[in-house]
């Protein structure tokens, strides 16, 4: 439960935050948990900020922008209930500050869901007193008074006024409790679900400043950081002396690390007048590493050990720890009347984004720091330098930037740290770049696995039983890479009445981390496509197999809106196999295949048609995806995400994986690591199931059903099931 | 070192010192402070940095400085006209609202901007064709293939 803080600020208050002589309407809404409202109660925090003045009206967009849009979406929400004409509004980015700001993080599809209902009820606080102020004016009752494009209208005699001619009057009022507005009904929305262009879309276009790497400041230098290809390796010494002397170098120095490989690895800094010249140092620098705690990471043979645990024990699907049990699974397979068993692999991925890490530091007097990183974190990257620099929170100020690509990358603020470790050896304002082969093996990867699957069918075709066996991934025996670990109750298992899910867990040493729908992206392939096999085994129509499965609406675990709703779900496979045309004639060689996934509290059903030829190419002709997260903001950008979901998963189902060798990384850049390129995509169809349940995030629950809808449509194309990610493993490609 | 004389969107600029083998996006990137050309690869491999030399799109990554003192450079900063009007294709980039994180979008831009010089009316293949240089991590190539389409019938108005 939450409630609503919604602060009015005074005119000194206004002067102070604004800049503006004018005066004028300033708003803050926080939200405040009541489980921590005692301790919250003294402070406040606004989550959302709207100013307006007889400028007009400013939104501040306070949560950071890795290509998702939520610069955009997330101002349109606060704008619908405010009842502004989007023309008249103008979006700020607001500054890093968790008390003035709340939480701003871009990851696990939150932000959407986060700022929901707090821009709701701050747009709905300032319309009614933009409402008072103008009934007041005009001496008549605010109950007659309605507003639209910005405008307070007497409904009576037609009278209209501005907001920005209300903001000053507006100013002197009292704040209504929020919790007694009424919010807008879906049918009521002017701006929602609308097409909206991204508001700093020209800056892209036109090449202006726009993100870290853009970045530049007085007396800047630039600077390289290179670290062990062996993750974890240490300098025992280098040539920094012949390295110093070079033209255009300013300093090299070594650095210890922290210990902790997602902030500071050991390394050596080299730092120059440009990046070319810091590129030359580095060509020169020969370093002895000791690598005797570095990690020897090796997929091939690990997969190799995962594949042999995934037969042992006679049954293959017992691992070493229990995730959960329930029903008699013993007894379901004994009495099946058929069983069907297979084991899925997926590689390691690179999340990729274009722009490789940099950040500019500069250190401040008395110790501090004030840098520019591309964070999807931006707090957690002041708190982690503040901690790696031993200084207080405050001596760091974080920049907010927008990000050249995000996709969980940047949950991690090591380029961050390093930063600022050589700004302050340095004492200089420095820009720090990687290169691309420094991010593709400096990465906080997507962990790579193995499920063994076993599933049993009872006399009627349906799933009575369910054996799961994931192998994955621990650098300590202890705590599962981030990623990596299999929920208990992941996707369709709740719906099965036997289930065993168990897991083994082989060492790994190299950081992993969140990938876009994390874990999600991972384990759908499997999951998903093992579903086809069981309902290819038992005879059945998938799209009636998964919905018999899903039997009547309910919410799994009950009564939690945050959970899968069998109901929604069955509703997008429904709306997905309408729009594809499930079921229709199609030649031979060509096919549909199907897919569910639910994350980030969102429900995907995608339906690929695929053709295969004799050489295993595969042709995507259509992706059909219908969605159910709630009501869509701004539809332009969900269409986007969807749009880039299945392109992105296409591009990672095809031919991307990380070949880990003796701990080294083969896949150094583009050349080894294939990203998708223009041509041949499909045509992509996308059906948003619009309702009132609140609003999921749509940046990664698009991607998961990708790879196994494909994999299933070829499959039925060709009678050929691909059991490992990626494809080219198994001689496919798209 | 060499002293460099470049001729950047319309513009005589001097260099100094300049490496034989610098390659322009670092001088365009840090010496001209011209940030719009953007580093991804270093390879030639994803088009991030792709600016014009004489209307011909190029990776600015993997052409040294001094191999461009003879030509006109264009980067991104210089597609627009003086008056701030837009070039056709930033303008159907904007219309398409192309970019996610639009890192890449600057060489998009650039790559489509020169197809457009010699071929005013592309087919998908030779938009495939010509396109094929620069990637876009967040999967935009669906409206990126609309845009240029658009763009290309703007200019043929226009003709």
């Given at each position: 439960m939450s409630h609503y803080h919604i602060q009015k600020y005074d005119r000194r208050r206004f002067l102070q935050l604004s800049g503006l002589a004018g005066g004028g309407l300033l708003l803050g809404v926080s939200v405040v948990d009541t489980e921590t409202a005692h301790a919250a109660a003294s402070t406040f925090a606004p989550s959302a900020f709207l100013q307006i003045s007889r400028d007009g009206i400013l939104i501040y967009a306070t949560q950071p922008e890795i290509g998702q849009g939520v610069r955009t979406s997330i101002p349109m929400i606060l704008a619908e209930e405010l009842d502004a004409a989007w023309k008249d509004v103008e979006v700020k980015v607001a500054g890093i500050d968790a008390k003035r700001y709340g939480v701003q993080t871009a990851g696990g599809s939150t932000a959407t869901p986060r700022s929901w209902n707090p821009m709701r009820r701050a747009g709905a606080v300032a319309r009614a007193m933009l409402i008072e102020a103008a009934a007041r004016n005009w001496n008549v009752a605010s109950t007659d008074c309605s507003t639209r494009d910005s405008e307070v209208i007497h409904?009576?005699?037609?009278r209209r006024v501005h907001y920005r001619d209300l903001a000053e009057t507006a100013a002197t009022l009292p704040v209504p409790d929020a919790e007694t507005l009424r919010l807008k009904s879906r049918a009521e929305y002017r701006l929602l679900n609308t097409r909206v262009r991204a508001t700093d879309g020209r800056d892209l276009v036109t090449g202006?400043?726009?993100?870290?790497?853009d970045v530049r400041i007085p007396g800047m230098l630039y600077a390289m950081y290179v670290k062990c290809p062996r993750i974890g390796g240490k300098v025992r010494s280098a040539n920094l002396d012949d390295v110093r002397r070079l033209p255009g170098v300013v300093d090299a120095f070594a650095l210890e690390g922290n210990g902790d490989l997602t902030e500071l690895k050991p390394g050596i800094a080299l730092i120059a007048r440009d990046t070319w010249s810091a590129l030359g140092a580095r060509r020169a620098l020969r370093i002895e590493w000791d690598e005797s705690s570095a990690a020897s990471d090796d997929w091939p043979s690990t997969l190799a050990k995962a594949r042999e645990l995934a037969q042992a024990g006679g049954d293959g699907a017992s691992g070493n720890d229990l995730i959960a049990e329930r029903g008699d699974v013993a007894a379901a397979f004994a009495s099946a009347k058929k069983t069907v068993r297979a084991s899925y692999s997926y590689a390691f991925l690179s999340h990729a984004q274009l722009e490789p890490q940099n950040c500019v530091a500069r250190p401040l007097e008395g110790g501090g720091m004030e840098l520019w990183p591309p964070s999807q974190t931006p707090q957690r990257a002041q708190t982690t330098v503040a901690k790696l620099l031993g200084v207080a929170e405050g001596n760091v100020t974080i920049h907010p930037q927008r990000l050249g690509g995000g996709f969980g990358r940047r949950l991690n603020n090591d380029v961050a740290c390093e930063a600022a470790a050589i700004a302050a050896r340095a004492q200089a304002p420095i820009k720090l770049q990687w290169l691309r082969e420094d991010d593709m093996t400096n990465d906080v990867v997507r962990a790579g696995g193995l499920m063994a699957l076993q599933g049993a069918l009872d006399d009627g075709g349906r799933l009575s039983g369910w054996r799961n066996h994931q192998i994955t991934f621990s650098p300590d025996g202890k705590r599962i890479v981030s990623g990596g670990a299999l929920r208990?109750?992941?996707?369709?298992?709740?719906?099965?009445p036997a289930v065993r899910v168990t897991r083994s867990v082989l060492p790994w040493i190299s950081p992993c981390g969140f990938w876009r729908a994390p874990g999600s992206s991972a384990f759908a392939f499997p999951l998903q496509s093992f579903l086809h096999e069981l309902s290819v085994a038992a005879g059945r129509d998938h799209l009636e197999f998964l919905l018999d499965l899903l039997?009547?609406?309910?919410w799994l675990p009950p009564a939690n809106a945050g959970a899968l709703n069998t109901g929604r779900a069955a509703g997008v496979l429904r709306l997905a196999a309408e729009k594809s045309g499930w079921g229709k004639r199609l030649p031979k060689g060509r096919a549909l295949g199907m897919a569910f996934y639910f994350s980030h509290t969102a429900h995907v059903a995608e339906v690929a048609e695929v053709s295969v030829d004799a050489a295993k190419h595969i042709t995507v002709h259509a992706v059909t995806v219908a969605v159910d997260v709630g009501p869509i903001v701004n539809l332009n950008g969900a269409e986007a995400q969807c749009q880039g979901s299945v392109i992105d998963g296409l591009s990672a189902m095809a031919a991307q994986q990380l070949t880990y060798r003796g701990g080294v990384i083969d896949e150094k850049n583009f050349d080894r690591y294939a990203l998708r390129r223009i041509g041949k995509e499909p045509r992509i169809d996308i059906h948003f199931l619009q309702s009132d349940f609140p609003p999921s995030g749509?940046?990664?629950?698009?991607?998961?059903?990708v790879a196994p809808a494909v994999c299933n449509a070829v499959y039925s194309a060709c009678g050929q099931r691909i059991r490992s990610l990626p494809i080219s493993a198994e001689g496919f490609s798209i | 070192m060499s002293k460099l004389e470049l001729n950047v969107n319309g513009q005589q600029q001097t260099v100094e010192d300049v490496p034989a083998d610098m390659p322009l996006l670092w001088v365009l990137r840090d010496r001209l402070g011209l940030t719009g050309t953007r580093f991804g690869c270093?390879?030639?491999?994803?088009?991030?940095c792709t600016v014009h030399l004489d209307g011909n799109p190029v990776r600015s990554c993997s052409v040294p400085a001094s191999a461009a003192t003879e030509v006109r450079i264009t980067t991104i900063e210089g597609l627009a006209a003086a008056d701030g009007t837009l070039h056709a294709v930033q303008q159907a980039w904007l219309e398409y609202d192309v970019a996610q994180c639009g890192y890449c979008q600057s060489g998009q831009i650039m790559s489509a901007t020169a197809l457009l010089a010699r071929n005013a009316k592309p087919s998908d293949a030779e938009i495939d064709a010509a396109m094929a240089g620069n990637i876009c991590r967040c999967g935009t190539y669906v409206r990126i293939r609309k845009a240029i389409h658009a763009a290309a019938a703007v200019l043929r108005a226009r003709a």
């Open positions: 409904v009576a005699s037609g202006r400043p726009t993100y870290a790497s208990a109750e992941e996707d369709f298992a709740p719906l099965i039997g009547e609406p309910r749509l940046g990664e629950p698009v991607l998961p059903p | 270093g390879l030639a491999q994803c088009g991030a």
